[in-house]
């Protein structure tokens, strides 16, 4: 699957350059064909745009980064939500089948997004393949080359990428707080071993549930967790 922004800028340049030569041809008949510096400006268009591509879909970090950004803004979607419709809206993080999760109003009061109706579901999200909640499940060993603590200095030890004081959820209710404080860390393993990381965990904290407020760290090898 191709980097959605990238794949809209390739469907963009490709109509618009169609769209003009449509017109092009159409004021002057008959057609001339493709000129060489034409042909060459198209050569050098999709050239620099494969290998943006390329490189989006090689680098993992991006990959990460990408999810780490979603999970941000679907987080603050659920807030912006509780807030709108005043009444409490769940993240619910256990699916069960892939890395996700799920934005619901808790219709039956259970404290989970299934068996809810389809129109209690606000959003549901399902990670690309490669990118996972960042598993220490069986930790120690932690994941070679990523954290071994959150950003507030919770061990990891023991957590699947889900560091709450709860369950598997967190509530936003109306007036906007959280249920709970905690960090969701995503990353992306190697292929073949779970247990080496190959792109930057990002965490999506929630440092206050009484504020509510959500922000994005980043993880590196050197220097650990930073805003940047
Ligand atoms: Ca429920
Ligand atoms: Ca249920």
Redesign the pocket.
């Known amino acids: 699957m191709l980097y959605n922004p990238i794949k809209r800028l390739l469907y963009n340049v490709f109509f618009s350059y169609s769209f003009s030569r449509l017109i092009i041809m159409n004021m002057k008949a008959p057609s001339p064909g493709f000129t060489l510096v034409e042909l060459a400006v198209v050569m050098v268009i999709v050239c620099i745009l494969a290998i943006s591509v390329v490189s989006m879909r090689i680098n993992p970090t991006a990959k990460v980064k990408g999810a780490a950004f979603n999970l941000l803004a679907d987080l603050n979607l659920a807030r912006s939500e509780a807030v709108n419709r005043n009444r409490d809206v769940l993240v619910d993080f256990s699916l069960g089948h892939r890395d996700g999760y799920l934005l619901c109003l808790?219709t039956?009061s259970?404290?989970?997004?299934?068996?809810?109706a389809p129109d209690a579901i606000i959003k549901e999200v399902l990670f690309s393949e490669e990118v996972q909640f960042y598993d220490c499940s069986s930790a120690p060993p932690y994941p070679l080359g990523g954290p071994t603590k959150t950003p507030a200095g919770t061990d990891l030890a023991g957590k699947k990428g889900l560091i709450f004081g709860g369950p598997n959820y967190i509530k936003w209710q109306p007036d906007g707080t959280s249920s709970d404080n905690g960090s969701i860390i995503v990353y992306l393993p190697a292929p073949a071993d779970p247990m080496l990381v190959t792109g930057d965990p990002y965490a999506a904290v929630i440092s206050s549930g009484a504020t509510g407020r959500i922000r994005l760290m980043r993880w590196r090898r050197k220097g650990g967790w930073s805003r940047k």
């Open positions: 808790d039956d259970d404290q989970d997004c299934n068996d809810e």
